[in-house]
């Protein structure tokens, strides 16, 4: 009986699974990075082997965390939308009622030239190319507003299933690629400030909404995106919005009591809070009322 114990412990001992991983983060915003990268930081320190391509990487990385820096490739903000557009005040459109409407929309359109301007740098880039031509285990890949990353791994034929990740919650396209619904008559939009209890109105605002930025991403970045690998790389690639529909698991930013309930499928983790640092020390009684104001 012991010998068999001995045994077994010696079999499990040695058959310790560590994964490699590949994360592809090519957002220029560090706020997004800052939600990966406890996660990314947290694998490594037990014991996988992973590789993450971004635009922030983190400093004293632990053994097998290998860093593929995209610094200089684009110019990077803490925050990349510019929120003085939240200011304007028009008062014709604002009479008309529909000035919060065409803010959302302006807001998003910088987000397309970041990304097709990222994508058309980083199908060049050495260091890219050479981390995509190993194999990986699994891969992560951020979803926000670029699907670049799809394209290249199907180009460079990596076969691990992916895990998109999203630093906020379900962006306006992200729903149709797990099937998850989106019904705008009561799941409002991450762009908007409803809750599920919208009145008329406001489920049409939702609506008009949810069609314009389902096509908008379509066409100002996942069409524009797939010409250019086609053209960097000088052959076709599928649709990219298919190579997204085959994400296995997508890890959302979001807790069901903070941003509301709302459908959801077994592939859809809520992770809301995973970046926190809960070795802290509570908060002093005193200085409670402080941190919370
Ligand atoms: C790093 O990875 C190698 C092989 O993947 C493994 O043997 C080693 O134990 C890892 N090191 C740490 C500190 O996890
Ligand atoms: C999706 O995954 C399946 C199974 O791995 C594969 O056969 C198919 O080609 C993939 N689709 C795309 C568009 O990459």
């Known amino acids: 009986m012991r010998t068999l114990a001995i045994l077994l412990v010696a079999i499990f001992a040695v058959n310790v699974q560590s994964a490699r991983i590949l994360g592809l983060f090519p957002h220029t915003g560090k706020s997004h990075q800052m939600v990966f990268d406890p996660l990314l930081r947290t ?58 409407i065409i803010k959302q929309i302006f807001d998003f359109q910088p987000l ?13 880039f050495v260091p890219l190319a050479n981390a995509m031509k190993k194999s990986y285990d699994v891969i992560l890949v951020e979803n926000f507003n670029s699907d670049c990353m ?20 379900m962006m306006q396209w992200s729903a149709d690629r797990i099937g998850v619904t989106d019904n705008p008559s009561y799941v409002p939009l991450v762009s908007s ?12 605002e939702n609506t008009i909404l949810n069609v314009y930025y ?17 053209k960097r790389f000088g052959r076709r690639i599928p649709d990219l919005q ?3 529909k085959n994400v296995s698991v997508m890890l959302v930013n979001t807790f069901h009591s903070l941003n509301g309930v709302r459908p959801l499928l077994p592939g859809v983790v ?12 509570p908060i002093p009684h005193v200085s409670k009322y402080f941190v919370i104001a």
């Open 270 to 281: 809520e992770v809301g809070g995973m970046h926190l640092d809960h070795s802290r020390k």
């Open 43 to 100: 694998l490594a320190e037990r014991g996988h082997d992973i590789t993450v391509v971004s635009f922030f990487p983190i400093k004293n990385p632990p053994a097998n965390y290998t860093i593929v820096s995209l610094e200089g490739l684009a110019a990077q903000g803490v925050e990349t939308i510019d929120l003085s557009y939240f200011d304007i005040q028009n008062k014709l459109l604002n009479s008309l009622g529909i000035e919060k």
């Open 242 to 244: 298919e190579i997204a």
């Open 193 to 204: 400030e409803f809750t599920s209890q919208m009145t008329f109105l406001q489920r049409l």
């Open 214 to 230: 389902k096509t908008w991403f379509r066409y100002a970045i996942q069409m524009k995106e797939k010409a250019i690998i086609e």
């Open 112 to 124: 397309a030239d970041m990304a097709t301007a990222i994508c058309s740098n980083i199908v060049d």
């Open 150 to 169: 799809l394209g290249l791994i199907h180009v460079y034929g990596l076969k691990a299933p992916y895990i998109s990740l999203s630093s906020s919650a």
